[in-house]
């Protein structure tokens, strides 16, 4: 999941390489660290969060499969 994460990333930013994204697995519970770069974040938000829903949406429906949870946090 964490390729799948950076896929859809580094396709809606300017500076790819600046992305990088880290797992942290538990039990239950998958936390994917995403960082970009300062002028992308907006990109990867979207307007009213609108971008960074549907790929949290998309993240809960692959984990559903694998009965876990998945949450991503998006820092600076």
Not at 9 to 28: Q, Y
Not at 35 to 61: F, M, Q, W
Not at 63 to 72: I, Y
């Amino acid at each position: 999941m964490k390729e799948l994460v950076e896929f859809i990333v580094k396709a809606l930013v300017d500076d790819p390489s600046a992305i990088e994204v880290t797992e942290v697995a538990g039990d239950k519970v998958t936390i994917f660290e995403l960082r970009a770069a300062k002028e992308d974040i907006g990109k990867v938000i979207g307007k009213r969060g609108r971008t960074a829903s549907a790929i949290r949406t998309i993240l809960s429906a692959v984990s559903a499969r694998e009965g876990k949870r998945t949450v991503l946090e998006i820092i600076e």
